[in-house]
Structure formats: C-alpha cells, structure tokens
T-cell receptor, first 116, second 112 residues
Framework: EAGVTQFPSHSVIEKGQTVTLRCDPI?????LYWYRRVMGKEIKFLLH????????ESGMPNNRFLAERTGGTYSTLKVQPAELEDSGVYFC??????????????FGPGTRLTVT | RKEVEQDPGPFNVPEGATVAFNCTYS??????FFWYRQDCRKEPKLLMS???SGNEDGRFTAQLNRASQYISLLIRDSKLSDSATYLC?????????????FGQGTTLQVKP
C-alpha cells in the first residue's frame, strides 16, 4: 500500500512568489493534516481536514496560507506571497476515519521550502 | 513555555547501553501520548503509543504519569540503528481531532 506522498520534495522560491504544495494521503484516509517545522523549532500543527471539510485550522499562521482539499482526496497548501519566515519543512499526514480515535497519523516525506 | 518540553540532548551512548528520555507536557487536557522517531531529513514515524499502565515493545518501554504530566522512554541494549531524534508527542483537542503537539525532540547517537 502506498504511503502519504508529497510534491515537490524541495522548492526554492523568492520572497513574494507563490508556491503550492501537494499532499496525497493514504487511500481511504478521511483525515488529512498539515504540519510545519521551521529550523530549530518543533513540528507545529497547521490544519486538519476531515474529507473535504476543514475541521481545525487554528495553526494556520496567517491569511497568506490557503489549504484546500477538493473532493476529499488530495490536498494543496498554497503560500502567497511567500515570506522568508515561511521557510521550513511542510509535512502532511493522514489517518483513518473518525471513531474511537485518535488513530495513528502516517506522515509523508515532507516538502522542504526555502524562501530567499 | 512550550506545551511539550524535552531535553534536546544530544545523548551519546555506547552500543548496549540503556538510555532514558523524559518529557513533560503542560496541558492537563491532553488525551493521548506517543513517542515518534525521526531519522535525519526524514518524516516522523510512530514508535509507540504511551499508556497510563506503562507499555513495552521489545527493547523499548514507555511510561506515563498523568499526575506529574510526565512521559518517559527507556531504550535497553542500544543499537547503532537506534540513532535518531525521538519526539515526544501529545494529542490535544476534543473528540478525535487528532491534532498532535510535538516536543522539539531528543537526539540519540549510539556509538560502536
């Protein structure tokens, strides 16, 4: 079974540009999460989708970040316009449908974003 | 103050040693607890969940003290392959939101 995949693996952009990160969760996983690790800091939660609905977006840093999950399958995270402090590794994770959870979250390999 | 605190280390130990990592969390409403392992430039992977009664998985033993809001991980008979960063993780939130709160991680280096 394929794991969580993310694209691209690396992205280098200039300040002010736009970048879109993509995450494909494990097939059948309704829960999809985005996390971010900036250098020297701990991994931090950004948001949580249940199918196509945003369940919790309390970790989104500001309105330059837009996450979507149309159709409840893959998700995109767009940063527009990018700032230097957005540099870091963006992880996506997925887990099974809700019930008596929480279920294990499986992480993708991450997208390393560098804003210059 | 961070919600999940860990000693970042690094812990440098010889093969075969026993090593223990500690972690504290500040939110008493935290519901679930985990240790994740992260290899260099890789994604975090679940090592084990942590239960109030304590639990063991081979050479790894995890303990939880809810009263003290303290979590530990003990690794016995360390192997070179155990070298990694160990992340203390708690789940906070109502129901099954699954929002994970990570500590900064403790780095372990096992040497021959």
């Amino acid at each position: 079974e394929a794991g969580v995949t993310q694209f691209p693996s690396h992205s280098v952009i200039e300040k002010g540009q736009t970048v879109t990160l993509r995450c494909d969760p494990i097939s059948g996983h309704d829960n999809l999460y985005w996390y971010r690790r900036v250098m020297g800091k701990e991994i931090k939660f950004l948001l949580h989708f249940v199918k196509e609905s945003k369940q919790d977006e309390s970790g989104m840093p500001n309105n330059r970040f837009l996450a979507e999950r149309t159709g409840g399958t893959y998700s995109t995270l767009k940063v527009q316009p990018a700032e230097l402090e957005d540099s870091g590794v963006y992880f996506c994770a997925s887990s099974q449908a809700s019930g008596r959870g929480p279920y294990e979250q499986y992480f993708g390999p991450g997208t390393r974003l560098t804003v210059t | 103050r961070k919600e999940v605190e860990q000693d970042p280390g690094p812990f440098n130990v010889p093969e075969g040693a026993t090593v223990a990592f500690n972690c504290t969390y500040s939110n008493s409403a935290s519901q679930s607890f985990f240790w994740y392992r992260q290899d260099c430039r890789k994604e975090p992977k679940l090592l084990m969940s942590v239960y109030s009664s304590g639990n063991e998985d081979g050479r790894f033993t995890a303990q939880l003290n809810r009263a003290s809001q303290y979590i530990s991980l003990l690794i016995r008979d360390s192997k070179l392959s155990d070298s990694a960063t160990y992340l203390c993780v708690v789940n906070r939130g109502s129901g099954n939101t699954g929002k994970l709160i990570f500590g900064q991680g403790t780095t372990l280096q096992v040497k021959p």
